[in-house]
């Protein structure tokens, strides 16, 4: 008998967010004949590096209508007299720590950032502070040191890197990319407008 074989489609864009055990992953493929769809995903850490994981997978011709449903129920949600599903979030108690939550408070970025300046970070955690979020395999600072790797710990070099470039880490989507390219620019405007 013959074993069906999983087809690796190609990963045109990325997104991905998450809050605790929970993350969510938005990919958008091509298909073999040519098409594109998207899927979404969610996981969620339910013991020691096991996932459960459900997908959507949402073809580009039916994209239209899904985005049209989904405004017409937030907007009923948000304006209407329509039932109210979401409630604030309420802060829970970590009790496995992983990723940015493992790491004592005074050697997180923004912490360390905040009482002896942006001179004393890494370039890693420096990055880490703009991308806010990691992967499903790695936390912020893990994915950011992987980056960082990839250039030689040379910072210059990013300025070189473009959208599609960052793209290609797991964990990086349009939104990271542009959120590094921007303070790139900013940096480099900074830079100029001080030498002139």
Known sequence: METARKTEYPNLLSESFGHGKKHYFIDVKKALNDTHFILFTSSEE???????????????EDLAFFVEALSMVLAEIICGDGPRPFTR?????????????AIPAEDRPREKLHAFGAASLSNAELLAILF?????????????????????????????????????????????????????????????????
């Open 46 to 60: 339910y013991a020691e590096k096991q996932y459960h994981r459900q997908t959507i997978q949402l073809w580009e």
């Open 132 to 196: 806010c979020t990691g992967s499903s395999e790695l936390s912020v600072l893990d994915l950011c040191q992987k980056i960082m790797r990839s250039v030689k710990d040379d910072a210059s070099r990013l300025l070189t890197r473009t959208t599609g470039d960052l793209c290609r880490f797991r964990g990086v989507g349009t939104a990271k990319a542009a959120t590094l390219l921007a303070a790139l620019e900013l940096g480099r405007r900074a830079f100029l407008s001080q030498t002139t």
């Open 89 to 101: 979030p309420e802060l829970k108690v970590v009790e496995d720590p992983k990723g940015m939550q």
